[in-house]
T-cell receptor, first 113, second 110 residues
């Protein structure tokens, strides 16, 4: 069945450094790839997304890249701050439907001041 | 914060019981998806409703069922509760693909 692999499961960086989280997906029909940030006890929040007709998207300190051939997509956070500490989830649409998502297992990012 | 709301916030049930969880969509959103998030895991897709019809289902048994109403609010019903059903249940509403999550209902099955 469809699957999304996410790495690493934990990531610790110093404030100001960059953080990179990588995901791979199995369904070649997937065409929508959102990233969510979830703080402890709170709802997942959409932070950035990318569609299959775009290779890269940037929003201030956050960027996402997509390699459809390799079925890889990555989240890049530059100039990390302590408030970036959270669990980050990647997701991919199922069978080309943007509304049905399969999630990775998450990456716990810790930013040390 | 999004305009998606869920009730109740917390719920404790015993094995074999039935439960109904509720979700109100963000204004203007006609699609609602439900997810189950076990502790330390990513959300798992249960099913989606679009204009009151089921529009996709994940790998969950038939005892998980749902409804969407004309105002696009939604219910998730779980029959014959099992211990493994203990989780955070999230709904997400969407209009053009981007999904916005509600705060979730924490279900504990004893």
């Amino acid at each position: 069945g469809e699957n999304v692999e996410q790495h690493p499961s934990t990531l610790s960086v110093q404030e100001g450094d960059s953080a990179v989280i990588k995901c791979t997906y199995s369904d070649s029909a997937s065409n929508y790839f959102p990233w969510y940030k979830q703080e402890l006890g709170k709802r997942p929040q959409l932070i950035i997304d990318i569609r299959s007709n775009v290779g890269e998207k940037k929003d201030q300190r956050i960027a996402v890249t997509l390699n459809k051939t390799a079925k890889h997509f990555s989240l890049h956070i530059t100039e990390t701050q302590p408030e970036d500490s959270a669990v980050y989830f990647c997701a991919a649409s199922i069978k080309g439907s943007q509304g049905n998502l399969i999630f990775g297992k998450g990456t716990k990012l810790s930013v040390k001041p | 914060e999004t305009g998606v709301t869920q009730s109740p916030t917390h719920l404790i049930k015993t094995r074999g019981q039935q439960v109904t969880l509720r979700c109100s969509s963000q204004s203007g959103h006609n699609t609602v998806s439900w997810y189950q998030q076990a502790l330390g895991q990513g959300p798992q897709f249960i099913f989606q409703y679009y204009r009151e019809e089921e529009n996709g289902r994940g790998n969950f048994p038939p005892r998980f069922s749902g409804l969407q109403f004309p105002n696009y609010s939604s219910e998730l019903n779980v029959n014959a509760l099992e211990l493994d059903d203990s989780a955070l249940y999230l709904c997400a509403s969407s209009l053009l693909g981007e999904q916005f999550f509600g705060p979730g209902t924490r279900l504990t099955v004893l």
